[in-house]
């Protein structure tokens, strides 16, 4: 891996993107355990990967711009999906609007009768 941009074909690496630390959201380099940037990669990028795929993130720096630092610190952040609890809450404020629109028709009623 000395010369990983020549690899082979399944790892041809033809483009390359500026990386400013510089930029918000975090503080300009913000240092370890400080996030310098975010990198939105979109779910639809992995369509038709299998949960067990695994995604290779190439990171050379140095090579287009002067290096100014130590080592990268790179995560993933796959966020979780969690369930509201709802109790009933729903049905009984559902009940409630009912029971009270049920009344107020029916006040209307009278007071129209009289």
């Known amino acids: 891996m000395n010369n990983p941009l020549k690899i ?8 390359w993107i500026k990386l400013d630390a510089n930029q918000p959201p975090g503080p300009p380099n913000g240092g370890s355990g400080v996030a310098d940037m975010i990198f ?8 038709g990967a299998s949960p067990t795929d ?8 140095g090579v287009h711009f002067a290096a100014h630092a130590g080592y990268e610190e790179w995560s993933a952040y796959t966020p979780v999906a969690t369930a509201v609890p709802d109790r009933g809450d729903t049905l009984k404020l559902l009940l409630i609007a009912i029971v009270g629109i049920c009344l107020s028709a029916r006040r209307l009623r009278r007071a129209k009768a009289r």
């Open 8 to 15: 082979g074909p399944n790892y041809e690496i033809d483009n």
């Open 54 to 61: 695994f995604v290779w993130f190439y990171n050379l720096n």
């Open 40 to 47: 939105y990669v979109p779910v639809s990028a992995f369509a």
